[in-house]
């Protein structure tokens, strides 16, 4: 059947175009190319909210330390397990300390300072949104242009 034929069977009815994607009738999409245009929008960014700021940091300095606490377990793991820390001991009595090592005692320390670490960190990232905050003020923000791919 073509497009605006009568269909069979004697029906009046017209059929008209049919649409396709993008809004265009078949006749029409046959005739020109779609046009497709990127869609873009420029934003600027005047102002950081240093609440947000402080709860994502917070988050991501913690994983980053469980992400550092894990890759030092698998280290002692694999110095234990080569019975290096066994001979670091041994040369420590040798030089007349008295030093075990454990690695429960470590990793407490390691923890403590990392959470000491995360909640400087986070501080200093809200002092640098704050500041963000005040030069922005001054300067107008940062323009962000975004585009949609074609």
Do not use: H
């Not at 779609?34 to 950081?48: E, G, M, N, W």
């Not at 550092?68 to 019975?83: H, M, P, S």
């Not at 407490?108 to 000491?116: A, E, I, N, S, T």
Request: charged residues 15%; contains cysteine.
């Amino acid at each position: 059947m073509s497009i605006g034929a009568q269909p069979p069977g004697g029906d009046s009815a017209r059929v008209g175009p049919r649409p396709v994607a993008g809004g265009q009738d078949v006749a029409a999409a046959g005739t020109r190319a779609p046009s497709r245009r990127s869609r873009r929008a420029r934003v600027v960014v005047r102002k950081i909210d240093p609440w947000s700021v402080l709860k994502f940091s917070l988050v991501f300095y913690f994983c980053l330390l469980l992400i550092v606490l894990f890759a030092l377990a698998v280290i002692f793991a694999i110095l234990k397990a080569f019975r290096v820390v066994q001979g670091l001991e041994e040369l420590l009595r040798s030089l007349e300390l008295d030093v075990t090592i454990s690695g429960g005692a470590l990793f407490k320390w390691f923890f403590l300072v990392g959470m000491l670490g995360t909640v400087v960190w986070s501080a200093v990232t809200v002092f640098a949104a704050f500041l963000y905050n005040l030069i922005a003020d001054v300067v107008g923000g940062i323009e962000v242009s975004l585009s949609e791919p074609e």
